[in-house]
T-cell receptor, first 112, second 116 residues
Framework: DAKTTQPTSMDCAEGRAANLPCNHSTISGNEYVYWYRQIHSQGPQYIIH???NNETNEMASLIITEDRKSSTLILPHATLRDTAVYYCIVRSYGGSQGNLIFGKGTKLSVKP | NAGVTQTPKFRILKIGQSMTLQCTQD?????MYWYRQDPGMGLKLIYYSVGAGITDKGEVPNGYNVSRSTTEDFPLRLELAAPSQTSVYFC???????????????FGPGTRLTVL
């Protein structure tokens, strides 16, 4: 599975959009981009995933560049409860293991 | 649905003691996983199972054992606890099939283990 690079930490003002970048320059054609987050001391939570088209759900939007070498997770109106570590993960669909490879992620701090 | 449940929430062990971390899911998922998370780090896969009776090693299996006798349960066994096993342990489950849209994993709340 391709590796990802994320900033260590970011700040965002409450009510503003939080844009979290992720680089995955070695991504291959059959690999998806997944985003999970981990609120302090809790288990990780799935947010969104995509292959090459932009995706949106009730939690966030995922923007993937045309060359698929980077992506951005957008939380449109960040709240204090969105303070968490956000993990960008690239892996193949399905597969024999199904496990996710977590890096250190980006620590997002939403401030009042 | 309760989702993925883990017991205990916290445990302190002495070096050389053994214990079993329990994990149960009620979503009829076929895949289950055990991860550990050391302070300030991402999660690392210990063991996983693709169905009852089938288990396999992940990235950091040494010092652990697992079994999967039912679809619902996936206990993790520590035989001879060592300080290096001080960590937070997360169990997860997912549904995998050739036609699955994606492998969203559902995580339990974690077990915080300290070995002294």
């Amino acid at each position: 599975d391709a590796k990802t690079t994320q900033p260590t930490s970011m700040d965002c003002a409450e009510g503003r959009a939080a844009n979290l970048p992720c680089n995955h320059s070695t991504i291959s054609g059959n690999e998806y981009v997944y985003w999970y987050r981990q609120i302090h001391s809790q288990g990780p939570q799935y947010i969104i995933h995509g292959l090459k088209n932009n995706e949106t759900n009730e939690m966030a939007s995922l923007i993937i560049t045309e060359d698929r070498k980077s992506s951005t997770l957008i939380l449109p109106h960040a709240t204090l409860r969105d303070t968490a570590v956000y993990y960008c993960i690239v892996r193949s669909y399905g597969g024999s293991q199904g496990n996710l490879i977590f890096g250190k992620g980006t620590k997002l701090s939403v401030k009042p | 649905n309760a989702g993925v449940t883990q017991t205990p929430k916290f445990r302190i062990l002495k070096i050389g003691q053994s214990m079993t971390l329990q994990c149960t899911q009620d979503m009829n998922h076929n895949y289950m996983y055990w991860y550990r998370q050391d302070p300030g780090m991402g999660l690392k896969l210990i063991y996983y199972s693709v169905g009852a009776g089938i288990t396999d090693k992940g990235e950091v299996p040494n010092g652990y054992n697992v079994s999967r006798s039912t679809t619902e349960d996936f206990p993790l066994r520590l035989e001879l606890a060592a300080p290096s096993q001080t960590s937070v342990y997360f169990c997860a489950s997912s549904y995998q099939s050739g036609l699955a849209a994606h492998n969203e994993q559902f995580f339990g709340p974690g077990t915080r283990l300290t070995v002294l």
